[in-house]
């Protein structure tokens, strides 16, 4: 006689169909405000969202190789965002000289291969500006007037340029005449006195309800992320409490079966 066994689920399968469980509610508790971004972006995202009290995380990218993506949890997303869009994140890529002067045209005249100088001079001089420590955004405009070929005896105007810089603390990061030096600097027969700044230091980090972090355990979390948190603790512990019992199950009927067939074997003997 042929008895059908019927297969048993694997702890290994049920603890991998658990874990993958509990990873779904992890991801269920945060949404990304920011995908596909250079290692730097995230980074400027993630500490300007923590100077405002919004704990957020930097990830891998998925749909973008090599590019990362920023997290926060549900119920900081709507803050975070009005946040990145004070602050200007993520920061804007500007052409500097690879990308300006590598579009060439089929018949570059001279007019385009100047416009393409300017904008990558200005373009180098942004993130110049960028790159100093409490700068969130930078803006500069270049305006090299041309002589006049039909008319020798024109006077020749001089260039001017205008700069408008935002930042972060109550006072720039750089002297305006810093900024003048920098920009004379970069253009030929530019005078500093020429280079108009404009600083503009945007809204201080604002505290609201729900921005400070607090600790569950082991855990630290907003307080706004604190029942999403909970609920998953919940779920996980749900979870295992459910694998305990299966396995406990599961123990059971194997020893069952194992009297069964020692009491069917011993009724066998002579």
Wanted: proline share 7%; glycine share 8%.
């Amino acid at each position: 006689m042929t008895v059908a066994r019927t297969r048993r689920p694997s702890a290994g399968g049920t603890a991998a169909s658990i874990g993958a469980i509990g990873l779904l509610a992890l991801g269920a508790c945060t949404i990304p405000v920011a995908t596909d971004l250079d290692e730097a972006a995230a980074n400027k995202v993630v500490a300007a969202l923590g100077r405002n009290g919004v704990a957020a995380d930097k990830e891998r990218d998925t749909e973008h190789e090599g590019r990362f993506s920023v997290d926060v949890g549900r119920g900081d997303a709507s803050f975070a965002l009005a946040v990145m869009a004070r602050e200007e994140l993520p920061p804007r890529t500007t052409p500097g000289w690879s990308e300006a002067l590598g579009q060439s045209s089929f018949i570059p005249s001279r007019s385009d291969e100047r416009a393409k100088l300017l904008l990558a001079t200005a373009g180098e001089l942004q993130r110049s500006l960028l790159g100093i420590d409490g700068v969130i955004s930078a803006r500069v405009h270049l305006a090299l007037p041309e002589r006049d070929v039909l008319d020798p005896d024109a006077p020749e105007r001089a260039p001017t340029a205008s700069v408008l810089l935002k930042h972060g603390n109550a006072t720039p990061p750089l002297t305006v005449l810093d900024i003048q030096r920098l920009v004379a600097g970069a253009v030929p027969g530019l005078d500093p006195a020429s280079v108009v700044v404009v600083t503009k230091a945007v809204a201080e980090p604002v505290e609201r309800k729900g921005t400070e972090l607090v600790r569950l355990g082991p855990l630290t979390t907003t307080r706004s992320s604190l029942p999403y948190l909970r609920w998953m603790i919940a779920c996980v512990a749900t979870l295992n409490v459910c694998m305990v019992a299966l396995l406990f199950a599961l123990w059971m009927r194997g020893r069952r079966s194992a009297r069964a067939r020692a009491l069917e074997a011993a009724t066998r003997e002579p």
